[in-house]
């Protein structure tokens, strides 16, 4: 097992935890690019890099893992919304150095290929955060039968417009987006670094079949374990149903 698994006591040493990796990372390679996550989970995280004045964003590049079809960068309900609400608003990072797949573009079977082609020209992602599904799921990519490709369509399962409307759309599973566009997979993890993030129970099935469960697309976060630099960063919660976890919490205090 190749990845590094760190368990916190809760949220906030989660945040904690993985805003001190930011930085490092910054300090290290002010040019980084990023691949940066929505979702509740990162907000932690981000509250925290906005409030850091001293940092400086601008010679970095930021991709995002996706955005729903249909929604405008301006509706409110848009990832890119929520990421100049929650990060890009509070950080010297341009507008022209951070970039979403456009769900609202004419074509977007073109709209795929150039995100990709972007990602690539600007030399790949350097550190990619991800958040998980409760099903697994990493970006929008849902369980399925084979691990995506590149950036695509994608249908999202009943349980994650469920988990979404809970969260983001007043309960109300009409008013979410049926499809999204997300990363595929496979270019997930052609990022040199990962960073994974998991807080509470309801991911705790999610994190034990990814850590220590068989590495299939039915649950795509599986994919993890072949990639060499991983660190997951989970709750104690998240974690309650990894079956070597007393191991790995000894592991967390070495670390
Ligand atoms: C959405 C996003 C994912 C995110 C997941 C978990 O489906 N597309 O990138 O990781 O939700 O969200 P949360 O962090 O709110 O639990």
Redesign the pocket.
């Known amino acids: 097992m190749k990845n590094k698994i760190i368990i916190t006591k809760d949220y906030k040493e989660m945040s904690e935890v993985v805003t001190k990796l930011f930085i490092k990372q910054l300090l290290e390679k002010p040019s980084t690019v990023w691949g940066l996550?929505?979702?509740?989970?990162?907000?932690g995280l981000y509250e925290r890099l906005g409030k850091r004045k001293d940092l400086d964003f601008s010679k970095s590049k930021s991709f995002n893992?996706?955005e729903y079809e249909s929604l405008k960068p301006d509706d409110p309900q848009s990832?890119y919304y929520f990421m100049q609400e929650e990060l890009f608003s509070k950080i010297n990072i341009s507008e022209s150095n951070y970039f979403l797949p456009n769900g609202a573009a004419e074509d977007l079977v073109s709209e795929c290929k150039n995100y990709d082609f972007l990602i690539k020209s600007n030399g790949g992602i350097d550190l990619q955060l991800?958040?998980?599904?409760?099903n697994g799921?990493?970006?929008?990519n849902e369980p399925s039968n084979k691990f995506s490709d590149g950036t695509h369509l994608v249908d999202?399962t009943d349980q994650?417009i469920k988990?979404?409307a809970d969260?983001?759309f007043e309960g109300n599973t009409n008013l979410v987006p049926k499809r999204?566009l997300?990363m595929g997979t496979m270019q997930i993890v052609k990022a040199k670094k990962i960073i994974i993030?998991?807080?509470?129970k309801?991911?705790a099935w999610a994190v034990s079949e990814s850590i220590e469960g068989t590495v299939t697309p039915k649950v795509p976060a599986s994919i993890l374990q072949k990639h060499d630099d991983v660190t997951w960063i989970i709750d104690k919660a998240a974690a309650s149903k990894l079956k070597n976890r007393n191991k790995l919490e000894l592991t967390t205090k070495v670390l």
């Open positions: 996550a929505t979702g509740s989970t990162p907000v893992l996706d990832y991800l958040g998980i599904g409760t799921h990493v970006g929008f999202l994650t988990d979404n969260k983001y999204a997300s993030l998991a807080s509470g309801n991911k």
